[in-house]
């Protein structure tokens, strides 16, 4: 199997002892690994450093840069493509050939940034169906960056940054393969998670500027979703109809009632601090 010797991979990580052994095993044929550990205080960096990776400290000082602008300033990358995972993703079989094959072309010089589709896990299963989350991943440290969109004042999201994608002035690409979304912790994880998030969505729909600001750095689908009225609703009807998730089972079903339901709290949490803040 060719080495992939000129992207480097950034494995963003705060206690994720459950998960990054999996994903450490899955970028072996990189040669060029870091992980950027916010002071983890499990065996995060214990299990990183068994694998031969390269760690990188990172403490948030509250301002920007957050997290994954930092470590593409910071982190000390070989190589200037660089693969941003969380530590529970890693590439598919098919994405590391597709990879190890982009390397070598010259089309390269065309582009700032590479979107990856998600092949999300969820209930316990894979979700091959339904609702597909994209991300701008694979990206060029020097001709793509993270937007500094003045939200350090919202709830929920903290030191990295939120759901909105990387800008660049050059070309955008997308693989064919995907990125598995391998998420170990319990399902309640998941809620919680979210709940933090619809605080900093509801947050961003009060204060209109800063989130038409922000819906300005999503996906042309995520700005789609974010006019749609009676989105919960809607949304399922999407993931659970439109796109199939129904041939997932249980897990396609219960993923598409636990989104709507986000979009929900985020409708409920905005109208809330619209009330409070009268």
């Known amino acids: 199997m060719k080495r992939i010797s000129k992207i480097s991979v950034i494995i963003l990580t705060k206690n994720e002892e459950a998960g990054i052994q999996t994903t450490l095993n899955r970028v072996n044929r990189f040669d060029d690994v870091i992980v950027v550990d916010s002071n983890s205080e499990d065996r995060t960096r ?5 694998h031969g990776a390269e760690i990188t400290e990172f403490t948030w000082n509250k301002r920007y840069p957050k997290k994954k602008q930092w470590s593409l300033e910071n982190a000390p990358i070989r190589n200037r493509w660089v693969l941003l995972l969380d530590a529970d993703e890693y ?4 994405m590391l050939e597709e990879l190890a094959a982009l390397q070598e072309s010259a089309e390269l010089d065309r582009y700032g940034a ?8 969820f209930g316990g299963r894979f979700l091959r169906h ?21 939200d350090l004042m919202a709830p929920g999201i903290r030191e990295v940054e939120g759901h909105y994608q990387p800008e660049t002035g050059w070309k955008i690409g997308r693989l064919k393969s995907r990125l598995f979304h391998d998420d ?18 509801a947050y961003l729909r009060l204060h209109k500027a800063l989130g038409q600001t922000i819906d300005g750095k999503r996906s042309a689908r995520g700005r789609i979703f974010a006019k749609i009225p009676l989105k919960p609703a809607a949304f399922f009807l999407y993931s659970y109809l439109l796109r199939a ?11 598409a009632i636990a989104l709507s339901t986000y979009y929900w709290q985020i409708g409920v949490k905005t109208r809330e601090m619209a009330r409070v803040s009268r």
């Open 46 to 50: 214990a299990i990183a450093a068994q």
């Open 91 to 94: 590439p598919s079989p098919g």
């Open 114 to 121: 590479f979107d990856i589709s998600l092949l999300y896990k």
């Open 130 to 150: 339904g609702h597909t989350v994209t991300k701008r991943s694979l990206v060029h440290a020097d001709r793509a960056n993270f937007p500094e969109v003045d």
């Open 184 to 201: 170990k912790d319990p399902v309640s994880s998941w809620f919680d998670r979210h709940n933090r998030y619809s605080d900093w969505e």
């Open 245 to 255: 998730g129904f041939l997932d089972g249980r897990a396609g079903f219960d993923y």
